[in-house]
């Protein structure tokens, strides 16, 4: 199998975690990107390493800019030359009206979900693009159905960072796309995953799946599937472009 490598952030849980592992499966030595969690990326390197993979888990915060230098380097020294970027790590915070958001949360979620994925995708381009010197490659941003609904009520400040992710998708395929490098991005519906409990309510999902045409929410591996298909070589003529895994909602 060809070697491949591909960095996965926020892969130690939820839908990380299941791209990180089908990732493997599909060949890739991956980087395994945490916060504070190191057992539970450690368990993903652990689980990749018993199906015969290549994995390493490497702590960084991609909304700093040093940690994610620093992260791209190790990979670079630990799993080879990069073909692949997964920007997953994303958050949100407790439910509440724009009315009374203040500026320290609004930045929080969008130093994370924006600021970091344009600081990952600069790293990658850097590396991957046949303007410096690379061999192509590919990135997918994890966005969400939130870039379209607004989450009234809830976090727009999150729908609003995941907007912002869909216009960097669009506009980094255009400059990039002659280069050898597709970008493209995923839209998750509503989601099992530890996300809805940072957003204060746990059984979000339960509550919110009678009004998904398809009457449930999704699992993080239905996420992963589309996620690995974008990296793959089947979707070699998909670029700026977007799968919506949300049930039809
Ligand atoms: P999750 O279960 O809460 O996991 C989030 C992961 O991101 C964790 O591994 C966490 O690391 C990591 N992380 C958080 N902040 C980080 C940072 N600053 N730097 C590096 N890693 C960081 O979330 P999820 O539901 O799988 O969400 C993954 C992505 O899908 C997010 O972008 C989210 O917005 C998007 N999404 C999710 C849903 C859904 O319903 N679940 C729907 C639409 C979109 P630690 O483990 O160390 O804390």
Known sequence: MEDKTAIVTGAGRGIGAATALLAADHGYGVCVNYLHNEAAADDVVRKIRERGGRAIAVGADVSVEADVIDMFETSDKELGVLSALVNNAGILAPQMRVDAMNAGRIDRIMRTNVTGCFICARQAVKRM???????????VNVSSMASKLGSPGEYVDYAASKAAVDALTIGLAGEVAAEGIRVNAVRPGIIYTDIHASGGEP???????????????????????????????????????????????
């Open 129 to 139: 693009s046949s303007a410096y010197g690379g061999k192509g490659g590919a990135i």
């Open 203 to 249: 059984g979000r999902v339960d509550r919110v799946k009678a009004g998904v045409p398809m009457q449930r929410g999704g699992h993080p591996e239905e996420v992963a599937e589309a996620i690995i298909w974008l990296l793959s070589g089947a979707a070699s003529y998909s670029t700026g472009c977007f799968i919506d895994v949300s049930g039809g909602r």
